[in-house]
Every structure is written in C-alpha cells, then in structure tokens.
C-alpha cells in the first residue's frame, strides 16, 4: 500500500509556522500517536486519583480527629461544626470557579432542583449532623468499628432501589459484616463507655449517607453527575444553610450566643477544622472522578483501621479483644464484597471492549466490501 501524507492548511497571513506533514486517521503512525495519547491521559488520571485518594485518607483522618478534640473543649456543637465546614466548602467552590481551575454549570430549572438536587441535599445534612453528634457520646475507635456496616447498608439500598441484583456472595458478604459489626456492638453495650444515644445517632448517620449515595446514583445518573465544584456550591451551599439554621434553633448559637465568645477565645482550632472539612470535600470528589467507587471504598476501610489504632494510642481508648475480633470479620466480609465487584467490573468491561471490536470490524468490513460509486 502506498502511504499517502496530507498536509495541515496554512494560515493565509503566510506568517504561521511551515506545516507538518501528518498521516491521516486510519495509518500506523496515527493510530500509534492516538494510542500513546490514551495510555498518557490513562496514567495522568491514575497518578491524580491516587495521589488524591491519599489526600482525602490523611484530611478525613485529620477532621475526624480535630472535630473530636473540639467537642472535648466543650462546644457540643455539631450543627454549627458541620454547618461551617460546608460554609468554607461552599466558598472554596466558588474560588475554584472563579479562579478558573473548574467550570460551574448552570442548574436546568427550579423543578430539577427541588426533585433532584435537595433530596442529596437534605441526606447530606442528615449524614452529616448524625455522624458528628455521633462523637458526642461514643469513643473515636468504636465508631470506625461501626462504620464497617456501612457498605452492606448500602448494598441493601442499592437492591431495594434495582441497581444492584441480590446474588448469594454479596450477600455472604454482608452477613459476615454484619455479623462482625454486631459482635462489636454487643462487647462495647457492657462498657461503661457505651451510649445508646450514640449507637442510634450513628445509624442514622448511616442510613442518610447510604441515601445519599444511592440517590446520587439514581436522581442524577452519568449524565449530570458535578464535578468538584457543582458539588461544593450547589450541594454544598443548601447545607451549610440547613445546619447553621439547626444551629440557631436547637443550639442556641444565634448572634449573641455565648459559644461565639469559645470560638474568639481559641480561633485557631476552629478555623483548622473548617478548612480541613473543604480540603475533604475536594479531595473526596477528585478522589471519586479519578478512580474507581470501589477502589476509594478500600481506601476508606484502610483509613478507619489507622484510626482505630489512633484512638487506641493517643487517647487510651479501650478496644477488646472480642471487638477486635468482630472487626476483622467486618473486614473479610469486606474483602469478599470488594472482591465480587472488582470481578464484575473486569467482566462488565471485557464484554464492552468485546462488543466494541465486534462492531469496529463490522465498520471495517461493511466499508471493504462496499463498491465506489460512479461519477
């Protein structure tokens, strides 16, 4: 065959550069630049998600830690410490946008923003309130304990809502975190420390979270999911709002409230946990567009094991043996669930590569075997 070169048109000032001389689509040298193009943007994106999963292990770590230590100085406030943390996550979005780093598309219509928008929104609230009063009453350890139950949960809402089918591993797998995270739950009920004001708080912060992901899924889908800074301004934004108004009403945190005079007195810790909530929110979502769901979920779980061991070794908290035990069997159901869908994954992307070369070989015979017209 006779390789045949095309050139690039010329600018008609006559003062551009000389054109290249490139191959068209369909020789060697293009599909092996096009090809050397995808396997750079493949990498560029698994060196970002990667880096920024990390990111949001060591900040998810850090405010869990640094909200802790503010309700040990007394301000028992989760509304209002949530509420902020959204408020500086609202504003970093609106710098992100302005700033040029990512676009901010415009909502359709007041109707998509009351039916998909405010459900994410009003879950998200819900998450986050629930999980923070959480803290209040329960010990750093056991909660990442309990948070082993939370992908079984979601797994449930997924069935329930047909995004998922009810095959016997998964659900093996749910059982054997459930199981783990029961026997958890039974040892810490004959502590002193147990609160089950606390274990309620969390399951609800459960359930709302599982919510939100699940009706992120279906409300929004592929086609109008955020990115990092739709999701900090227009989810975001409404939450910050709900919680600060929670605040007011049930925290007694109005303008002349007395908790203003803790915030002046030690503004240092305060603006740290803020700041450290939107450096979660952003690595979260960066985290979540560059790698897989299920990848992060790992990540998560390995996350919640170093704090464990924190709260362990910075704060003398007391995890048994028996509960130890129930979370590494939370652990393995893990692994087994984690398993089952990195398999599913690989089949459901071998069979579309495979329908993918089935019809760009029918492309490619249809156009051999048709005959030229004549002029």
């Known amino acids: 065959h006779r ?27 293009a599909d092996a630049g096009m090809a050397a193009k995808g396997v750079s943007a493949a990498a560029s994106r698994a060196a970002i998600g990667s880096l ?55 909502l359709p219509n007041w109707r998509f923003v009351l039916h998909k928008v405010m459900p994410i929104v009003i ?36 069935v329930l809502a047909g995004l998922e089918r009810a095959q016997w591993p998964l659900l093996l797998s749910v059982l054997l975190i459930a199981a783990g995270t029961t026997s958890a739950v039974l040892v810490e009920s004959g502590t002193p420390s147990f609160s089950p004001w606390g274990l309620l708080a969390f399951g609800a912060s459960s359930i709302a979270e599982a919510a939100r992901v699940v009706g992120a899924e279906v409300l929004l889908g592929s086609s109008r999911r955020f990115n990092s800074a739709e999701a900090l ?33 030690a503004p240092a810790p305060f603006v740290l946990a803020f700041t450290m909530s939107f450096l979660v929110n952003l690595s979260c979502f960066f985290a979540i567009q560059n790698t897989s769901s ?12 170093a704090v464990v061991w924190y709260g362990v070794a910075a704060h003398r908290e007391v995890v ?39 019809s760009g070989g029918g492309a490619k015979a249809k156009a051999t075997t048709a005959k030229p017209k004549r002029s």
Not at 239 to 263: N, Y
Request: glycine share 12%; proline share 5%; hydrophobic share 45%.
């Open 52 to 106: 920024s999963t990390m990111l949001w292990m060591v900040f998810s770590s850090a405010l869990i830690i640094l909200n802790k230590d503010l309700y040990r100085m007394g301000f028992q406030r989760p509304f209002f410490v949530t509420g902020m943390g959204q408020l500086f996550s609202f504003f970093g979005g609106l710098a992100l946008v302005y700033s040029g780093s990512l676009p901010l598309r415009k």
């Open 3 to 29: 390789r045949i070169a095309t050139r690039q048109p010329t600018c008609a000032c006559g003062g551009c550069a000389p054109s290249r001389l490139l191959p068209p689509a369909g020789v060697p040298g």
């Open 123 to 158: 879950s998200t609230t819900a998450s986050m309130f629930f999980g923070n009063s959480a803290y209040l009453y329960l010990s750093v350890s056991f909660i990442q304990i309990l948070k082993a139950f939370t992908p079984a949960l979601t797994l449930l809402l997924c």
């Open 233 to 265: 301004v227009y989810v975001g934004g409404p939450t910050a709002v709900l919680l600060l108004l929670g605040s007011m009403l049930w925290e007694d945190m109005g303008p002349f409230s007395d908790g203003w005079v803790m915030v002046a007195q």
């Open 294 to 305: 299920l990848t992060f979920k790992v990540a998560g779980c390995l996350k919640n094991v």
């Open 320 to 358: 048994s043996t028996a509960q130890l035990f129930g979370y590494a069997l939370s652990i393995v159901g893990f692994a087994i669930y984690s398993r089952l869908k990195m398999t599913a994954q690989g089949h459901l992307h071998a069979k579309s590569k495979a329908g993918g070369r089935g």
